[in-house]
């Protein structure tokens, strides 16, 4: 098996969200703007209600999938299907925005640790209009893999001969939540021509010889294994791939589409309450 490099460091970026959720920007930065089929990666973490207590109010999405990781704290989805989710610690949630979605994502707690992760996946272009739909995964429902100084949650693909709950058709996302001990080593096969990235939020990795500091994004190149060891505090980290699409990309604010006219086509059904083009809308929401 060829193993791959570390091809790029990217530190997160701080900056704030929603209503004014503080949060580690990763991908969809200056630095890396997308890593097909990849648009965006937030990872937000605070014991501090002031850095999230105001949430994600109704806002609008059209053309790609949100992933949303919850590590620690509750959070609950209500959106314009109808749909209402209680997301727990270790529980996910998969949303197909595809031909619009509006919706919101609300702490429910008041004090505490919160803290996850968000993926914005995109679209194949002949998925982009297509009917919205949504998934949620209780922390139980996601499978484990224990060896020693080693735990794997399989969100997404496959490790160790087990299967993650969530299916991406389009894009064969794999999305590993790894924890190691200080020394642990871990061999990860990915499937090679598959857009891969480590973030890793505790401790320190080490992927082909280089250091992924704490809150670092690790793009790697082509192969099909990744190999990742654990410095002397241990390591935790998710890892990413996914199949790239090859399109266009032209993103606005919650809006990804193959083209300009597409996403004035997008803010002009939005404006005319056209986006959701099926179930129950909450109110219109305001635009970034």
């Given amino acids: 098996m060829t193993p791959r490099t570390l091809r790029q460091v990217i530190p997160a970026l701080d900056t704030s969200d929603g209503a004014g959720v503080s949060l580690r920007r990763s991908l969809g930065t200056p630095a890396l703007r997308q890593l097909d089929p990849f648009l965006m990666l937030d990872h937000f973490s605070s014991d501090n209600p002031d850095d999230y207590i105001a949430g994600f109010p109704d806002h609008p999405h059209r053309g790609f999938v949100t992933l949303t990781y919850m590590l620690d704290g509750h959070m609950e989805h209500r959106d314009s299907l109808g749909n209402r989710g209680d997301l727990r610690a270790g529980g996910a949630q998969w949303m197909k925005a595809a031909s619009g979605v509006i919706h919101s994502e609300m702490p429910r707690q008041t004090q505490g640790l919160m803290r996850g992760f968000q993926l914005w996946v995109n679209l194949p272009a002949r998925e982009k209009m297509t009917e919205p739909a949504y998934q949620e995964f209780a922390p139980e429902a996601i499978p484990e893999v224990r060896a020693e100084g080693i735990t794997v949650r399989v969100l997404a693909g496959e490790y ?129």
């Fill in 160 to 288: 160790a001969g087990t299967r993650g709950v969530i299916d991406d058709p389009h894009t064969h996302v794999h999305y590993l939540d790894v924890a190691l001990v200080p020394g642990a080593r871990i061999e990860l096969p990915l499937p090679a021509g598959h857009a891969a990235l480590i973030y890793n939020f505790q401790g320190r990795a080490e992927v082909a010889g280089q250091t992924l500091p704490p809150h670092g994004l690790g793009v790697l190149g082509d192969g099909d294994l990744a190999v990742v060891s654990a410095g002397s505090e241990g390591a935790r980290f998710i890892l990413v791939a996914g199949r790239p699409l090859g399109e266009p990309v032209v993103q606005y604010g919650p809006f990804v589409m193959n083209t300009r006219e597409e996403i004035d086509q997008a803010f002009a059904d939005y404006r005319a309450g056209r986006l959701v083009q099926s179930g129950p809308a909450p109110a219109q929401a305001s635009l970034p």
